[in-house]
Nanobody
Framework: QLQASGGGLVQPGGSLTLSCVLS????????IGWFRQAPGKEREGISC????????TYADSAKGRFAISSDNAKNLMYLQMNNLKPEDTAVYYC????????????????????????WGQGTLVTVSS
């Protein structure tokens, strides 16, 4: 079971940290990541990480502003978001995947929706003044 939290209202330029609890997962065995879906838009991959070796990748929209991390002992994944912009407004989802997601990461690309096997409920981030 995956559950994202930490969303809220933040002003442009502000920061927010999202958390995802991955209950029942050994994070060493999965590639885990974040997606977001803005109103009227398709779900967009933001970042993913492989706990086992710490490898990660980011969407261009997230590079330099967002940081993904994980804590296997606590079964948690985080997304630190800085310098938030109104276009970051979206529902953010966390996901976990096995072989397909790992294959994408090893090719230095973000896994697609179909590469993930497990999804959690999202958390809403609103960036507005």
């Amino acid at each position: 079971q995956l559950q994202a939290s930490g969303g809220g209202l933040v002003q442009p330029g502000g920061s927010l940290t999202l958390s995802c609890v991955l209950s029942g997962f050994d994070l060493d065995d999965y590639t885990i990541g974040w997606f977001r879906q803005a109103p009227g838009k398709e779900r967009e991959g933001i970042s993913c990480i492989r706990q086992r070796d710490g490898s990660s990748t980011y969407a261009d929209s997230a590079k330099g502003r967002f940081a993904i991390s994980s804590d296997n002992a606590k079964n948690l994944m985080y997304l630190q978001m800085n310098n938030l912009k109104p276009e970051d407004t979206a529902v953010y989802y966390c996901a976990a995947g096995g072989t397909r997601a790992l294959g994408a990461l090893l090719m230095l690309r973000l896994p697609t929706l179909d590469d993930y096997d497990y999804w959690g409920q999202g958390t809403l981030v609103t960036v507005s003044s």
